[in-house]
């Protein structure tokens, strides 16, 4: 007999959660576990599978319904019959292809269970659907079927100068083999091993505008997946600015740390400092403090209305690594005449 399986648990929300809460849950999970992102991962293959499973009844509004009535009591109940592969189930509920209106079986895109099988036949999908579908890989890649989504990891530099970047990505393509179907002449296909989809890699470039921000979504037309039909979508870029271990960003503009010696902080001196685009020279005043700001304008990130922020200079108080006799006998003066 067929294990039931909690859905709610699967997608980590509780039985009374909206279809909102359902489609964030498994978009979550989807992209964490999403094969692209896990290669050679069995067990992540194997927890995207259930949650492509546990999605597909409950973001249907009539599987959900025929899942709660029958609870994990289901094969207990009198007179449980299974419907057939495909059919449509008792109660008045349909449970044909997961294809929408169109029809379409994808069922080939993922494997379900034996519980889902034994309620729902052969019906729905998994994994891969495409267009016409409820969830197809826009939920994960953007606005269409052929849509993709990829990250673009940036040095801070990079947002001051801009310009033309190249990356190359992996991602998960129908095997041509197959054309997807996972099978040949009724044999499991021996190029993409059953999956469906073969593991392909792609290089893009793409010019990126000054100034551009951590978080940003880029859109790139026809660079996505191309169908079998010929068709390509869109992939679509999230801008990620890896943190900088001499800058910190406040905005518009940057923070960096100098260390001064103490006579430096106490009589004043010309230092540098780091930025961006070269290291410059500023005065620094007398009794200056541990953790004083100094503005320096125009020295930041571009922003949008073509300037730039500014960059502040903290103040960082040293010592020296280690003292000679000289110096150590005036550290002990200065001491006495305080």
Known sequence: MAEYIDYYSVLGVPKSASEAEIKSAYRKLAMKFHPDRNPGNKEAEARFKSINEANEV?????????????GSDWAKGPGFTPPPSGGRGG??????????????????????????????GGAGAGGFRQAGGREDLSGMFGGGAEDMESDL????????????????????????ECGG?????????????????????????????????????????????????????????????DPDADFAVRGDDLETSVHVMPWDAALGAEITVPALDGALKIKLPPLSRAGRRMRIPGRGLPKSDGGRGDLYAVVVIDIPPSLTARQSDLFKKLKETR
């Open 58 to 70: 409950l973001s249907d509004p009539k599987k959900r319904q025929t899942y709660d009535q029958l």
């Open 181 to 241: 179907r996972g099978r040949q002449r009724n044999k499991v296909c021996s190029a993409c091993r059953g999956a469906g989809n073969v593991a392909e890699t792609k290089k893009v470039r793409v010019n990126l505008p000054r100034g551009i921000r951590n978080g940003t979504r880029i859109r790139l037309k026809d660079q996505g997946r191309r169908s079998p039909s010929g068709r390509s979508g869109d992939l679509y870029l999230n801008i990620h600015i």
């Open 91 to 120: 109660g008045g509920f349909s449970y044909g292809s997961y294809g929408g209106e169109s029809g379409e079986d994808f069922g080939q895109f993922g494997d379900f269970s034996d519980f889902f099988r034994s309620i729902f």
């Open 153 to 176: 990891h940036l040095p801070l530099a990079d947002v001051l100068r801009g310009g033309e970047q190249s990356f190359a990505f992996s991602y998960r393509a129908p095997c041509a």
